[in-house]
C-alpha cells in the first residue's frame, strides 16, 4: 500500500541554538531550498512549539511546496517531524508527489546533517507500507489476518455473518488491550488497495474499530 512518508529530525542544538538558526543554515548551503523566517515565525506562534518552513523552490523533478517541521508530539527535545508539505503551484500533491519532496528533503537535510559534525539524525518511512508496518504487533496482527481469512465482503448488506464481526471485534480488543500504536484510516486504506474491498465496506470497518477503541475507553473508565 502506498502511503505517505513520515518524516523525523532529531537535532542536535548547542549552545542555545534553535530550529530557525538550523533552518537558515541549512539553506544557505544547500541548493533548492529556502528559509522564510517571517513565515516561520508566525507558524510556530500558531502552534505554540518550535516549529518552521523550508521552501523546495528549485529542486530539479519535483514541485515547488512548503515543508512544515513541527516539535515531535513525543515532546522530546530536540525532536522534530514533517507535519505537513504543502504545494505552490497546484492545489493538490498527488501521494507520488508529496512523497518525492518529503524524500528529497531527508535525503538532502540529512546529508546536510551529516557533513556538518552530527548536526542531527534524519529518519524516514518506506513509501510502501505492507500489512506488518500498519500493524506492528505481531499478536494483534495475528488476530487481524484471521479476521481477513474468514470474512466475506461480497453482500449487498453490511454487516455480513456475525462471525466476521466477532473476529474484527476480538482484533479490537486486542488492540485495546495491548496498547497498539495502530490508525485505523490506514487499515481502511490497507483493505481498499491491496485487499481489494470496496470502499463502503472497508470505511465500516474503519467505523467500528474507532468506535469499539472508543467504547473500551469508556468502559475502562465505568
Known sequence: ???HV????RLNLNK???LHDVLRQFTRKTKGWKFPEKESKDYQNHIGAAGGYLICDAVKGIERAL???ATAKSKLANNFYVANIVPRDCSQLTIDQYNAIGSAFARNFGSWCRRNAGKGRVHSSNPIKTLADIIPAEKCRGFFERY???SIWDSPVLPTHPSDIQRLDVFICALFRYGADVRSDEIERFLIADQKWKPEDAAW???RIDAGL???KVNRRF
Open 1 to 3: 500500500m502506498k502511503a
Open 16 to 18: 542555545g541554538q534553535t
Open 6 to 9: 513520515e518524516i523525523q529530525i
Open 205 to 207: 470497518v474503519k467505523t
Open 67 to 69: 515543508v512544515a517541521i
Open 148 to 150: 481477513l481469512r474468514c
Open 214 to 216: 472508543d467504547v473500551l
